[in-house]
């Protein structure tokens, strides 16, 4: 059975500080990681991850996975209190990136 | 451009009922995925359709039904329910037969089952 670890599972940063949000995985059939920011209701997509070493970068997030290690992490620099939510991780193992196996997340609050 | 649209937003039901949830892919895709999300927990996956078919299942009971029209509008049927049922119900869309097409999900229909 496909499996995903989040780590932390709650965070509690100053406004500006960087943060990296950790994910690791066990998959049968390694397709993609994903992952998403969800704030009240629907997750929304912020990276999808394939190739080992490969960092995606939107902003002041970036993302980069380790195929060897099984890990991804998720960095925010600069955070803002916006960027207070829930960050998902999730493992494609069909190649159809329907069925995902996702963590339990991250939840981050970034304060003043 | 249309997001994954789903109704209603709220649904209190009673043990023992049953409910229909609907959800209207984003513009241009064609398959259906439905999640429940319990509090505090990741998305699970329940099942996905694509060309009116069920092709995927999580592990769910048969309690858990779905279906997918021509127009690629969707429905997850519970029957039966319990408390346990009580979630967070996610519809997500994308393409099937295209590489790197990620989920795109709805905001979801909080069920409440007392």
């Known amino acids: 059975e496909d499996k995903v670890v989040q780590s932390p599972l709650s965070l509690v940063v100053h406004e500006g500080d960087t943060v990296t949000l950790n994910c690791s995985y066990e998959?049968?059939?390694?397709?993609?990681l994903l992952w998403y920011k969800q704030e009240k209701k629907a997750p929304t997509f912020l990276f999808m991850l394939?190739?080992?070493?490969i960092e995606k970068k939107s902003g002041r997030l970036s993302s980069i996975l380790d195929k060897k290690e099984l890990f991804s992490i998720l960095n925010i620099t600069a955070t803002q209190t916006g960027d207070s939510a829930i960050y998902l991780c999730?493992?494609?193992?069909?190649?159809?990136?329907?069925?995902?196996?996702f963590g339990t997340g991250t939840r981050l609050q970034v304060t003043l | 451009d249309a997001g994954v649209t789903q109704s209603p937003t709220h649904l209190i039901k009673t043990r023992g009922q049953q409910v229909t949830l609907r959800c209207s892919p984003k513009?241009?895709?064609?398959?259906v995925s439905w999640y429940q999300q319990a509090l505090g927990q990741g998305p699970q996956f329940i099942f996905q359709?694509?060309?009116?078919?069920?092709?995927q299942r999580g592990n769910f009971p048969d309690r858990f039904s779905g279906h997918q029209f021509p127009n690629y509008s969707s429905e997850l049927n519970v029957n039966a329910l319990l408390l346990g049922d009580s979630a967070l119900y996610l519809c997500?869309?994308?393409?099937?037969?295209?590489?790197?097409?990620?989920?795109?999900f709805g905001n979801g229909t909080r069920l409440t089952v007392t």
């Open positions: 999730a493992v494609d193992g069909t190649g159809t990136a329907s069925k995902l196996t």
């Open positions: 394939t190739s080992s070493g």
């Open positions: 513009s241009g895709h064609d398959t």
């Open positions: 997500a869309s994308s393409f099937l037969d295209r590489d790197n097409s990620p989920l795109h």
């Open positions: 359709y694509y060309e009116e078919e069920e092709r």
């Open positions: 998959v049968t059939n390694f397709r993609s």
